[in-house]
């Protein structure tokens, strides 16, 4: 059981947005290739979703600006520009992937107290979101993996998904993905790799 599993590709990470990756909407054709191609069972993405003033919102912090690290519930904390605010714009899937193929979208990033980098739990690794169980309940065997931002919300969630569903196969789409800084993709590459996640593209991906 094959599932593909598109992280965040939101108008918020895209040219545009409140948060852009650089060349983040280049990802939309490649994963609308993957989804068409026939080749997964299940198709799965999740949309960051969060409340207005949430913590992780340099805004939320008065004397804090965006991109400089700060601290939340206690722990440290990237401050963030407002983004993906549930409701808006910014937050909805980008207008042009496929969405009506997409099987299940899982929210994340509710709780105004924690960040949730991973699509599969908060950053405080306590509080899932859910997925994992889906997954598993559908007999997902093979997770490929791609999306917004390769250093944050993508390699969180293709490790999350090795360690909660142990067995599972979990490869990193690459050219399906981009990443906020050059030095921050090699670094999340180079951890996916070291935990045993396979770097492919996505002809590779169609290939089977």
Not at 8 to 18: A, E, R, S, V
Not at 60 to 76: D, N, R, Y
Not at 116 to 137: M, P, V
Not at 188 to 200: K, L, P, S, W
């Amino acid at each position: 059981m094959k599932a593909l599993l598109l992280v965040d590709i939101q108008n918020g990470f895209c040219p545009g947005g409140n948060l852009p990756v650089p060349d983040g909407d280049k990802v939309v054709p490649v994963a609308n290739r993957l989804i068409d191609s026939g080749r997964y069972d299940l198709i799965v993405a999740s949309q960051d979703w969060h409340p207005p003033g949430h913590g992780s919102f340099a805004s939320a912090h008065p004397g804090a600006a965006p991109f400089e690290m700060g601290e939340l519930s206690g722990k440290p904390q990237m401050m963030w520009p407002d983004h993906c605010v549930q409701g808006t714009l910014d937050a909805e899937l980008h207008p042009e992937l496929r969405s009506e193929e997409i099987d299940l979208i899982q929210q994340k990033g509710e709780d105004p107290r924690i960040d949730s980098y991973s699509a599969f739990r908060d950053n405080d690794r306590d509080a899932s979101t859910g997925l994992s169980d889906f997954l598993e309940d559908q007999g997902v065997t093979d997770l490929d993996v791609c999306g917004l931002a390769t250093d944050y919300c993508v390699k969180f969630s293709a490790l999350d998904a090795l360690e909660m569903m142990p067995g599972i196969r979990v490869r990193f789409i690459e050219d399906a993905s981009r990443g906020i800084t050059p030095e921050g993709v090699a670094a999340a590459i180079d951890e996916m790799r070291a935990h045993g996640i396979a770097i492919i593209d996505s002809a590779k991906a169609l290939a089977g």
